[in-house]
């Protein structure tokens, strides 16, 4: 075996450093020193002999699968919650005294049952639901692999071989890639058979623009980013062809490395804030239902356990187990009643809908709780590519020349995706597409390497998404009239796109590079006429331009007055956050009148030499240019750590909002490198606003998160609706067990074993009362906003403005109403002022309202607890006082819902404010109506039952 199998026999750990003894840095060594090294020839390649022993040695060239978890141990992680486990419990015992009243014979032994039962089942199907989730989670992190190339073309015995499957691939192989390509291996660049290669590697360092690579040798202690001589798995070839060594396989790659970590990282997950904050409340639930199914069975001891005074000890005791059991069994009613049997079931229900919005938007949700904890966040550290933009960028608008050299047309553009039907020009000349924008469609279609695709409803990039976007300009222009002879399929995506690169036939490309920031191809048309089209920086071709096409397709001379009208359109386009490209062409090209694209042409020379390119490119004529936008989501705190270079990650920054225009950021943008050196890391994350880390590797991204962590970034979810529970659910229900019997309970049929739990009328009943609640609650939100004073209760005390109801229906508009003002208003001691932004009146002030209505809603509960008293009788039948525990539990929530009011830690917690006297009448005004409408509701259940009764019951015989 040749000596590079020799030392790459010893394995790389995951955390290794460039500089490990064990590493060769082939990036850092020259060709020759690599083809040492790794024993092979560039014209050669491997044996299949020495393969073979490699092979042994490597293993194959794929990412290693890590055992999931099982089916079983996904169950079992459903119940490891606190609430669930209390519903668990519950559901036992409820079985357990079902079984017992079974046992004894009782009439309910059948319906005794049906509590566990609808427990067990809600359990099921929350767990059920979170299996699915999580195992179709599993699964989709498998596509990791995907990354990974399938094929390869690769040399050995001196033959090419165009297809091999790249998992048999083995260090020391050498491989041809061409634009398109997936790399399917870490590889050292040999030979470049074209004068650039561009990789896009975004999805491993993050960096948003295709990277240069060279087969020269770089610095040994580079970074990933530095690496200029090498190619890595899982990147694509966007421009250029060459030849490249392989060095590293499978999991030894960087993009292994990146799998392992993922791997790791998983087997190490902490609760979300959501999951802790039901455990708490579970154990809190757990112990108020403890204590109070202790008090309930100890305030009837009287009744099970008795006993006679002599001697002035107690003597004679008399105990019942029947009625002890009886007790015990009213206990666990109560305690089954006070646990929210559906919260785990809804919660996992949202939960599940959150999955699946956010999978609509390429967004993998592992965890269930996951999704709340976005709710939750107060930092987010991103890549700037794909999370802080979407890496899919869309023209926003096209500038055209005008009918004078003095004048530009400005067309806007719609749309942001990549589907050529997504938006349309508007301003388009009614006439159609003139000589001055068919030159911008020739030139965006064919000095383009891009492609869109349809597939699975989508319409997908492929190359530069900058390109892509200027393709799908293209088909929204449409074709000039005349001219479309249907070589183009009609349902093709880019059918416009075809058609250009049809009329005029590309025969040599001048690839971009950074120095003249420009791309040109030479096309031949129909006719046999050679032509140069350029597309590139803006500033760039305006300088290497002598002329400028006009609107009929004349050329003029590009003046001073003309470069300056271009160049203030491009910093108006700049400044609203869009990225410029520029177009241009020469029609004289004397030395290329002749050439085909053949390597024998002695034009061809010229073109194998890059520094030619700017004298090719010189002397062009201008004729437009476009703005692209990379549709950005809003963000949190935003924290950017991004694999490029400084000065790109900071240009980026300021356009996409992350730091103002004029903000001076020299303290909050760092490399890795600066971040790691820092004495005292936490207190520069603790800064205000964005910050930046640029030239990030995977340790600097883990370290910075690590920080954040320890350093409390986490809030809490927002508590209103489990408040609600708590306060309307827990006392009341509790208080309802004390309840005496009805007086009417004997004159009531026994229930038939087969009717429903929840009857036709009393499910009536509930979408009543529940119709009640949503409109009381939803209506004094309005009411607050819209009226001074309501049912004589003036409103106006607080000083806040009122809108009109399409007002407070249209609000979002409320950015384009004219002369719109807000006076600011109280709240206890706060004072609420909008003088720079009265459309938060209806964002940050709406805080009264809510307020409002979470106080009508617990009031509304409060006084549906007096009509719980009975199913069926009246209030002034069974007055409230009958059972003072239940006033009690009224209180005790009341004041509860004081307390977070009143409290300004708690009421900042729960984000409401204080009311007002008169805002409480509101309150109370509106939620009282539910008492008379359940009144109503319930004398017409009495009299439907009597007129059943009565025409039910035999008739007496007439007596003589």
């Known amino acids: 075996m040749g000596k590079g199998g020799e030392n790459y026999g010893k394995r790389e750990f995951v955390n290794s450093k460039p500089t490990d003894p064990d590493v060769f840095p082939a990036w850092a060594k020259d060709i020759h020193e690599c083809e040492k090294h790794y024993d092979v020839s560039r014209k050669s390649g491997l044996s299949t002999a020495e393969v073979e022993n490699r092979r042994k040695i490597y293993g194959n060239n794929e990412l290693e699968k890590h055992e999931g978890q099982s089916i079983w141990s996904l169950i079992m992680e459903q119940f490891n919650d606190t609430l669930v486990r209390i519903l668990l419990l519950a559901a036992v015992v409820s079985f357990v005294l079902a079984w017992y009243d079974g046992d004894e014979g009782g009439e309910m032994e059948i319906t005794a049952f049906v509590e566990p039962l609808v427990i067990f089942l809600i359990l099921i199907v929350n767990a059920i639901v979170g299996v699915w989730q999580e195992n179709n989670a599993e699964k989709a992190l498998e596509a990791l692999k995907e990354i990974q190339s399938e094929q390869a073309t690769v040399i050995r015995d001196g033959i090419k071989i165009p297809s091999l499957p790249a998992k048999e691939l083995v260090p020391g192989d050498i491989v041809e890639l061409k634009v398109g390509d997936k790399v399917p291996a870490d590889m050292r660049v040999l030979e470049l058979v074209s004068s650039t290669l561009r990789v896009e590697q975004g999805s491993l360092t993050g960096e948003s623009e295709a990277v240069n690579k060279t087969n020269k040798s770089v610095s040994e202690d580079a970074d990933i980013q530095g690496k200029r001589s090498m190619v890595f798995a899982g990147t694509t070839v966007v421009n250029g062809n060459c030849f490249c060594l392989v060095t590293q396989i499978g999991m030894e790659t960087e993009i292994g490395k990146v799998h392992t970590q993922i791997h790791v990282a998983s087997q190490s997950e902490e609760d979300t804030p959501l999951k802790k904050k039901l455990n708490e409340f579970g154990e809190v639930l757990t112990m108020i239902i403890g204590v109070i199914c202790i008090f309930v069975w100890l305030i009837n ?118 589907n050529p039907s997504d938006g349309k020009i508007h301003d388009w000349p009614s006439g159609g597409i003139d000589a001055n ?133 491009l910093q108006d386009m700049s400044s609203g956050a869009l990225r410029c490209l520029g177009f241009a062409y020469k029609d004289e090209l004397p030395e290329f009148e002749t050439y085909d694209g053949s390597d024998d042409h002695p034009a061809h020379a010229l073109l194998l030499d890059p520094s030619n390119y700017p004298s090719i490119e010189s002397n062009l004529t201008f004729v437009g240019l476009v703005g692209l936008r990379d549709c950005k989501a809003a963000g949190i705190r935003v924290m950017v750590i991004t694999g490029d270079n400084k000065n790109t990650a900071e240009a980026i920054c300021h356009e996409i909002g992350v730091f103002g225009p004029m903000e001076d950021i020299s303290s909050k943008s760092l490399t890795g490198k600066e971040f790691m050196a820092l004495s005292d890391k936490k207190a520069h994350l603790r800064q205000s606003g964005g910050l930046l880390f640029s030239r990030a590797e995977p340790r600097h991204k883990q370290e910075i998160v690590r920080l954040l962590k320890e350093d409390g970034e986490v809030v809490a979810m927002t508590v209103q609706l489990l408040w609600v529970n708590l306060v309307t659910d827990g006392p009341p229900a509790t208080a309802l067990g004390f309840n005496p019997p009805d007086k009417d309970i004997m004159k009531k049929p026994p229930r038939r074993s087969d009717d429903s739990l929840i009857t036709a009328w009393i499910l009536f009943r509930y979408l009543v009362i529940g119709l009640y609640v949503g409109v009381a609650t939803v209506g004094v939100f309005i009411i607050w906003y819209t009226h001074g004073s309501f049912l004589g209760i003036d409103l106006s005390g607080d000083g806040h403005t009122l809108v009109t109801y399409p007002q407070l229906a249209n609000w979002a508009q409320c950015s384009s109403w004219k002369n719109f003002t807000v006076s600011p208003f109280t709240a206890g001691n706060q004072v609420f002022s909008f003088e720079n932004n009265p ?32 199913e069926d009788g009246s209030l002034l039948t069974m007055p409230p006082w009958v059972n003072p525990w239940l006033l009690l539990a009224m209180s005790v929530s009341f004041g509860l819902h004081f307390l977070i009011l009143y409290v300004p830690f708690l009421a900042q917690v729960f984000g409401i404010v204080p009311l007002s006297f008169n805002e409480w009448l509101l309150v109370l005004a509106v939620a009282f109506p539910v008492i008379l409408i359940d009144e109503v509701l319930k004398f017409v259940g009495r009299l439907g039952r009597r007129m059943r009764s009565s025409s039910q019951r035999p008739l007496k015989p007439k007596t003589e």
């Not at 459309?839 to 979470?854: E, I, P, W």
């Open 839 to 870: 459309c938060d009146y209806f964002q940050g002030g709406k805080v009264k309202a809510m307020t409002l209505s979470l106080s009508v809603l617990v009031a509304i509960e409060m006084f549906n607890s007096l009509n719980a008293l009975s």
């Open 301 to 418: 001891v009287k009744y099970f356990l008795s006993w006679e005074y002599i001697d002035g000890w107690p003597r004679n005791f008399k105990f019942s187990f029947e009625k002890c059991t009886y007790y015990f069994e009213i206990a666990v009613a109560l305690a089954v009643a006070a646990i929210p049997e559906g919260l785990p079931a809804v919660i996992t229900t949202c939960l599940a809908l959150g999955t699946r919005k956010m999978a609509q938007k390429n967004a993998l949700v592992r965890k269930l709780p996951s999704v709340e904890t976005l709710g939750c966040t107060t930092v987010i550290c991103s890549d700037k590519t794909g999370t802080l933009t979407t890496n899919q960028m869309a023209v926003a608008k096209l500038v055209a020349m005008g009918g004078h050299a003095s004048s530009l047309r400005s067309f806007r553009v719609d749309g942001t995706t990549y």
């Open 437 to 569: 924008l068919e030159t911008i469609a020739k030139i965006s279609a064919i000095c383009n390497d891009a492609g869109v695709t349809h597939s699975d409803n989508k319409y997908v990039a492929h190359g530069m998404p900058t390109e892509a976007a200027i393709k799908v300009l293209v088909e929204k222009m449409g074709l000039p009239k005349g001219l479309y002879s249907g070589g183009a399929a009609a349902n093709d995506v880019l059918r416009c796109c075809q058609w250009w690169n049809e009329y005029e036939h590309r025969i040599a490309t001048l690839e971009f590079d950074r120095d003249r920031k420009s791309m040109g191809v030479i096309v031949k048309s129909k006719s046999g006429r050679r032509s140069l089209l350029v597309k590139g920086a803006v500033e760039n071709l305006l300088e290497r331009s002598s002329k400028m096409q006009l609107l009929d397709g004349s050329v003029v001379p590009l003046d001073q007055n003309s470069r300056i009208l271009v160049s203030n359109a």
